[in-house]
């Protein structure tokens, strides 16, 4: 396993990510610290220099394992599964522009978010939720001529309000039918939601391509209550071998962060020399 850390590309209300302006000094922390990827997450991908993004990694030898897409919604109210066409049609053609930027770096595109909140009412609902798969299949069959994968991240219930649980996420990708989608698991969502994180990973090893780690309180791991023994002994039982991308409050600090979540990962994660 890996280790990556989430960094923003842009100024955003969540909190959970490292952001500098300078993306150069900010690699170059995490690769001294012995992390092999920088996840991006990218509100919108038109303002991004991906020349200078190219230089970043060719100078500093990371890789960016994950894009996200959830600023999207988040700062902007763009939803794949939105009763209004003008703005699901905005959702998807965003999703497509991180697919393009994607492909330029082999990295996944995250669907957490941007999935957007169903509404109450139970027609409307299963409305919105048809709608998602249309999306979503509009997006996989494009991400698919680029050659690009997609993850569904469950998020917990406060956050949305479908797709919660890694088993729940799973069965929906079985009715989809589109082997290029998997799941990214997170470790702050899964202790809200998840009964027992083994199990829950157990059930979907063969989808869980992609893994975001922060502690009970989001802070780093180490700083709140989680058993990573038990989350990093799975991950290991499972064969997992990507990425586990620290989605983390900057507390104290971005550096103090990152590097107390090297450190209590160390065991687990280990640079490939
Ligand atoms: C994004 O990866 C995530 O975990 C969500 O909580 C976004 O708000
Ligand atoms: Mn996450």
Redesign the pocket.
């Known amino acids: 396993m890996k280790a990556s850390f989430?960094v923003s590309l842009q100024k955003t209300r969540?909190e959970?990510v490292g952001f500098d302006e300078n993306l150069v000094s900010t690699a170059f922390v995490l690769q001294r610290l012995g992390y092999e990827g920088i996840e991006l997450?990218i509100r919108d991908p038109d303002v991004v220099e991906e020349g200078t993004i190219h230089d970043v990694l060719k100078e500093t030898g990371l890789v960016i394992p994950a894009i996200?897409t959830?600023q999207a919604f988040?700062e902007e109210g763009l939803s794949l599964s939105s009763l209004n066409p003008q703005i699901r049609k905005r959702a998807i053609e965003r999703v497509k522009r991180h697919i393009a930027l994607s492909s330029s770096f082999g990295s996944f595109v995250?669907i957490?978010?941007i999935r957007g909140r169903l509404p109450q009412e139970e027609r409307k609902k299963k409305k919105a939720v048809e709608l998602f798969k249309e999306s979503l299949r509009e997006c996989g069959a494009f991400a698919r001529s680029k050659n690009v994968k997609l993850v569904i991240?469950p998020?917990?219930r406060y956050?949305l309000n479908f797709l919660n649980t890694l088993e729940e996420t799973a069965t929906f990708l079985s009715s989809l039918g589109m082997p290029n989608i998997g799941i990214?698991a997170?470790s702050?969502?899964m202790n809200i939601e998840e009964k027992d994180f083994r199990e829950s990973l157990l059930k979907v090893k063969d989808l869980l391509w992609h893994f975001?780690v922060?502690d009970s309180n989001r802070w780093a791991p180490g700083f709140g209550h989680l058993d990573f023994g038990v989350i990093f002994e799975t991950l290991q039982e499972i064969g997992y071998q990507g990425f586990v991308s620290a989605?983390i409050l900057q507390k104290p600090d971005f550096h103090r962060a990152a590097e107390q979540t090297i450190a209590h990962l160390r065991k687990w994660v280990s640079r490939e020399e």
């Open positions: 989430v969540f959970a997450a996200g959830g988040l995250i957490g978010l991240e998020l917990n956050e990214l997170d702050f969502h975001h922060a989605e």
